[in-house]
């Protein structure tokens, strides 16, 4: 049901973040905002007293901004995630960085700050992307743990399959922008119930944390 795990790749791609602190968990919600599903795990995390990463589609931002706002001032990062969800790995450098530039407006338009923290589309990147993420600012994060909550799969299910792969450092990708975001939300305080008894504190990753998102100029 889980992917697998694509971290064993950080040798290849040293640059990128894949896995954070050995005490600690980083939990990463892509594909939003959702006018229906964000507000909801919004909602659990406030409850929970968890900060979380949100890698947000560009072109879902327009009129959704009120959720980006609720986002940025609940203390998670807004992340980017690309303007049109398409896979940036290869394409024509013009078109790549159109892409992070839009979303980078997007966000910043509606918060005021511009995100630190770039996830390609589907995971899809190549060499190229270490120099763009320079000259643009932005960490590259990828994951380590993602069990696949975009399938036709039970909340049970989906908490079971993040017990058995956790591990401390693990980066957890989850959506709330798919059209079955609604089982994910019924698993979450499941999921942080495993993290919790595996002793583990969740916490954005380091970069969000030292660099956290920058001021428009």
């Known amino acids: 049901m889980f992917w697998p795990d694509p971290s064993g790749l950080r040798f290849l791609f040293p640059w990128v973040l894949w896995r954070t602190s050995p005490d600690a968990v980083t939990l990463t919600f892509d ?3 959702d006018p229906e599903w964000t507000p909801r795990v919004l909602d659990i995390l406030g ?7 949100f890698f947000m589609t560009g072109r879902k931002i327009r009129g959704n901004e009120a959720v980006v706002r609720r986002v940025s001032g609940e203390g998670h990062a807004a992340g980017n995630h690309g303007f049109s969800h398409i896979p940036l ?3 024509r450098p013009d078109r790549v960085l159109e892409e992070i530039r839009r979303t980078d407006s997007e966000i910043g338009n ?3 700050r511009r995100p630190a923290l770039f996830r390609p589309p589907y995971g899809r990147f190549d060499p190229r992307f270490r120099a763009w993420m320079r000259n643009t600012g932005h ?3 990828m994951w380590s743990l993602m069990p696949g909550d975009f399938l036709a799969v039970t909340p049970e299910a989906l908490v079971a399959a993040v017990r ?6 693990a980066v957890i ?3 709330d922008g798919h059209e079955r975001s609604a089982g994910m939300v019924q698993a979450l305080p499941g999921i942080l119930s495993a993290i919790r008894e595996a002793g583990l504190a969740v916490r954005p990753p380091d970069a969000a ?3 956290g998102p920058r001021p428009l100029r």
């Open 89 to 91: 790995a290869f394409r």
């Open 110 to 112: 509606a918060t005021d």
């Open 173 to 175: 990708v989850l959506h």
């Open 164 to 169: 058995k792969r956790l591990t401390g450092g």
């Open 31 to 33: 594909d939003g905002p």
């Open 47 to 53: 409850r929970e007293s968890v900060r979380a990463v």
């Open 139 to 141: 960490t590259l994060v």
């Open 209 to 211: 944390i030292l660099t």
